[in-house]
């Protein structure tokens, strides 16, 4: 099976910017609803962002007016942009289908925001 490849992460000062990308295989982005998920340190991984197969988008609460989730169905790429940082968005970002396959996670890609 061949896994997402996360990338774009990196460490940033508090109300900074990153993209994030999600290099998929196949026509998985066109198929499912993708999302970002994200595991901070000592916590479980949760949901950031989704996107259906027709561009519909969720947030959770707190990157709600910061974060955009974008995808390109001919590059099979999923994207997040990520505005005003600050450090509680620190962790490894992951992107998956929605709802998660436990087989599509791949290795992530780091944000760390200092404060």
């Known amino acids: 099976q061949v896994l997402p490849v996360e990338s774009g992460g990196d460490l940033v000062q508090t109300g900074g910017s990153l993209r994030l990308s999600c290099s998929a295989f196949?026509?998985?982005?066109?198929?499912?609803?993708m999302a970002w998920y994200r595991q901070a340190p000592g916590k479980q991984r949760e949901f950031v962002a989704s996107?259906?197969?027709?561009?519909?988008?969720d947030y959770v609460d707190s990157v709600k007016g910061r974060f955009t989730i974008a995808k390109d169905d001919e590059e099979n790429m999923l994207y997040l942009q990520m505005n005003t940082l600050n450090p509680d968005d620190t962790g490894v970002y992951y992107c998956?289908?929605?709802?998660?396959?436990?087989?599509?996670w791949g290795q992530g890609t780091q944000v760390t925001v200092s404060s």
């Open positions: 996107i259906t197969n027709n561009g519909i988008t």
């Open positions: 196949g026509s998985i982005v066109y198929i499912n609803d």
């Open positions: 998956n289908r929605r709802p998660y396959m436990d087989a599509l």
